[in-house]
DNA sequence: ATTATGGATTGGAGCGCTCCCACAATAGGG
DNA sequence: CCCTATTGTGGGAGCGCTCCAATCCATAAT
């Protein structure tokens, strides 16, 4: 028993527009008609139809959750699915239905394009770590809203984002370690290029400066976000006869390659070496020992991207306003900091 | 710019009724025409309208993947998220797009409905460990064709499946357990009612009359399948001074649990007791002492689950072929069965 | 009673496609 | 060279909706 508009209007007696206005809650229709015709539409089960309404010129209700990742595991990296799954449960709630993209610039060089051809979605939330301004000025051109997760420095764009408040973060962990009593302190950065890697860059620095202590650019290791990478540098470390006794990697993975090398080179932990990490992924409260580690609201820094999207489709904000949310996070201590 | 079938028409020279024929690369037009139209899409950059076409019967190039699962973690649960991500893999390969839906029973308790009502999806790729005939049927009934990934006994209803092989999973991971000379091995049930769990138990029981062991019932033990409940579990046997050598866990998480429980009460793994888990969890790797574990391959079972819908959709497979296959597993040997 | 006024209601047009039938072009057989 | 098969092509109808004049109907003001 297929509905459509034409039907239902048929059986309240009314007009296709005015259903329609009841449909969508416009204003416009009397009460006693808005009450019999929701009447109707509840007994009959009707439900308006997707595709036609967007062909109309209406909306999709959907929303695009796209990940910009050259890593082909891009969900398990980090804390993308948690986050994702929270990003669904709202969606859900609001009564839109989630598509779910990821590109990988190896693949399909273009892929993401086709959220603009194709026009499925109402708005789009953006997630990862390869995202360019180019594909923020197509979408915006395209004139797809979009939410950011992680805040990110462009020079043509304003945009809108939520972040988690990586400063705090890691300018909680650093000041944990100093806490310790510790003084020299590495800090294994990912890539230096994004916000993010800045604003934690930034905790570092303050953390120290505040205790008094200068920046030892000995200490400070970038490359690529990888526990291989972590491993080599802190191995490198050694050779070089670098002294430290405390770590802070920018991710938990890195932060399991820096204590694989103090394992072989049976440095204690934390006695000698106290290491914390940064995401809280599962396997950081497993490993051994479990890790110290800044924590990530994945599931507040999902919602709050939705409601912030929400509030844009609904008009009650600029798609260009640029408007940051910040969650806090909190340190989580383990032994890798602390002996228990 | 927009395009449409009529602009692409009249560019070409032919009608609207042609252009669509090339599209959809159907029989009936002359070779030279098709090139010619075939050029001038290229040249455009034309896309057809997903909602246009869907709305006038044809498909709307959406999958839809839903997980019924009462845990609202249930994306970071066992494995989801890698299939999950194989499946977006292979969606995005074959030109479709991606809905997911998360279905928590407790939440809006008929939420799946809307897959049917909305009819955003072509096809459907169920998981989760709360699928319910009544689900099936509805699909059915709705005529959007599905394929299950694990498989599942129902009385009324025959349909395609990807599953991996929990029975020779079983198998290995309890033939290796006696191949270190283990004769008491406990067996950590999942909710029994399931059929992977059937197939796991025969594993179980098969490697062990091989071997010309009896199944002694005081080491099964079942219940939630949760870190817990096993840890609980494990516990309650040294309590009743049930004596063994070896565990077996049906998944991860509650092999954690065990450990917990043998390390509380010093005894030394694998020497005193060796455990096994099942699905290889990212924690696993990092466990102390590291998890042997049976490892489900995820991709294959995303890209299988993607074919074989992809075959219904083309309509080379009968929506209820009742096809079954079969992924197999492999044992990842880790020190929680030898001292590496 | 009559007209202005503004909200309620109607239904046509059109979104871009697929489906399908009617017709045109071509090929084959006598 | 004409008549019938066959294949290729055109375009109307319609999918279910939104948008937007145009129209209708109350009510209040004259």
Request: hydrophobic share 40%; net charge negative.
């Amino acid at each position: 028993m297929k509905h459509t508009l034409e039907s239902i209007a048929e059986l309240a007696g009314v007009s296709r527009g005015t259903v329609s206005r009841v449909v969508n809650q416009l204003p416009g229709v009397k009460p006693q008609v808005r009450q019999k015709v929701q009447e109707i539409i509840e007994q009959t089960g009707y439900v308006p139809h997707p595709q036609a309404r967007s062909l109309a010129g209406g909306a999709t209700g959907n929303i695009g959750v796209i990940a910009f990742s050259d890593n082909p595991d891009y969900l398990t990296h980090h804390i993308f699915y948690e986050v994702l799954q929270a990003i669904q449960a709202e969606t859900a709630a609001n009564d839109y239905d989630l598509l779910l993209f990821a590109n990988r610039s190896t693949a399909d060089k273009d892929y993401w394009k086709r959220i603009g051809t194709r026009r499925k979605v109402d708005g789009l939330i953006i997630m990862g770590e390869h995202i360019q301004e180019e594909h923020l000025l197509y979408f915006r051109q395209q004139q797809i809203p979009f939410v950011l997760i992680g805040k990110r420095a462009y020079n043509k764009l304003s945009y809108s984002c939520v972040t988690s408040d990586y400063y705090s973060g890691a300018r909680q962990a650093v000041e944990h370690l100093l806490g310790l009593g510790k003084r020299r302190i590495v800090y294994i950065n990912g890539l230096p290029d994004m916000y993010h890697e800045q604003a934690r860059y930034s905790g570092y620095c303050d953390a120290l400066a505040e205790a008094g202590i200068d920046v030892d650019q000995a200490l400070i290791i970038e490359g690529e976000a990888k526990q291989e990478i972590a491993r080599v540098q802190v191995q490198a470390l050694f050779e070089r006869g670098v002294l430290f006794d405390g770590i802070f990697a920018a991710n938990d993975l890195m932060a399991f390659g820096a204590l694989e090398v103090l394992a072989q080179h049976q440095v204690e932990v934390p006695n000698k070496v106290a290491v914390a990490g940064y995401d809280d992924i599962q396997a950081a409260a497993y490993y051994a020992p479990p890790l110290t580690t800044v924590r990530q609201d994945k599931r507040r820094l999902g919602e709050e991207a939705m409601n912030m999207l929400i509030a844009i489709l609904r008009g009650q904000l600029e798609p260009d306003a640029g408007v940051t949310t910040v969650i806090e996070s909190d340190l989580i201590i383990r032994q890798t900091t602390v002996k228990s």
